[in-house]
């Protein structure tokens, strides 16, 4: 299988500055995203550390298989996906650290979402409520489950649709990095297939158009990635655009590049960061 991926980041029709941030670390098989918190500067400081500070430990570890980890991973997971699990808790330190030390970034934090694809086993690492859809055959579905306070009250009681859009605290988080000294992270193996398409987004998208929309962009678009993040982009900030809108779509194409629905390989933001800020 190759991938094909693409990011793009949004200020929004209502904010400032930019507090989102993603990567994409393509010969590491790494796509990062971030949504900070913490006003001001400080929000985009934490979620430039978090992607940061992931690449840097997967770039370390990939040279240097060798090296000693600065946590345990957990005994339930394998090589791959604790080597994952560490390199959130690492950057959660340094958020937590970071805040502590440096004047303005106090309380700062962020949501992380990131995707390892790898042909020894392919994991999703989560934090917050920053999400990762795959549309499969058609099909849509949320790979991640909200870390909000939402989510939590749904857990003891039922709610109509009505009553969740009319939830007054659902946009409240209760895990990010940089909150606490120690964080916990969700993580859950993918089994990529060809044809498979999958996006990583903040909730300046998903809080925005739904799941619905989210798909029908998805299918129709899916052989342009350039044009497929644009318009998922415009769709959030032509229903409101309340906060900073990122996505990066990863699409999983034959090995064989004549049969990949994409003729163009080569987009140069591929690996890099783009800002449109």
């Known amino acids: 299988m190759r991938f094909t991926v693409y990011g ?22 790494l796509f990062v995203l971030a949504d900070g918190m913490g006003g001001h500067a400080s929000g985009e400081v934490a979620s430039a550390l978090a992607v940061e500070s992931l690449g840097a430990f ?16 957990s005994k339930k997971l394998n090589y791959e996906a604790g080597r994952l699990e560490v390199a959130v808790k690492l950057a959660n330190q340094c958020i937590f650290e970071t805040a502590k030390a440096k004047k303005g970034c106090e309380n700062m934090g962020t949501t992380l979402v990131a995707t390892y694809m790898d042909p020894h086993g392919s994991y999703i690492a989560h934090v917050g409520d920053s999400r990762v859809y795959r549309l499969r055959d058609g099909s849509l579905e949320q790979l991640t489950r909200d870390h909000s306070l939402l ?17 007054p605290h659902k946009n409240v988080i209760v895990r990010a990095l940089g909150m606490r000294a120690n ?3 969700d993580i859950a ?12 987004c903040s909730d300046g998208l998903s809080g925005m158009i739904s799941d619905d929309e989210i798909a029908q962009v998805m299918q129709r678009d899916r052989s342009d990635l ?9 769709e959030a900030n032509e229903n409101g655009g309340h906060d900073n809108v990122t996505v990066v779509l990863i699409r999983v194409d034959p090995n064989d590049p004549q049969a990949a629905l994409q003729p163009d390989d080569t987009q140069d933001t591929a690996a890099t960061v783009v800002d449109d800020d």
Request: glycine share 6%; aromatic share 12%.
């Open 58 to 73: 997967f770039r370390e570890t990939a040279e240097d298989q060798e090296k000693t980890w600065p946590f345990k991973g």
């Open 151 to 167: 989510n939590d009250y749904l857990k003891t009681n039922r709610l109509t649709p009505e009553e969740i859009e009319a939830f």
């Open 189 to 200: 193996p993918i089994e990529p297939r060809v044809g498979d398409f999958y996006v990583l």
């Open 8 to 29: 793009r980041t949004d200020v929004g029709r209502k904010r400032t500055h930019n507090e989102d941030a993603f990567a994409i670390y393509e010969g590491d098989s």
């Open 183 to 185: 964080v916990e992270v």
């Open 226 to 234: 350039d044009l497929c993040s644009q318009s998922l982009i415009d």
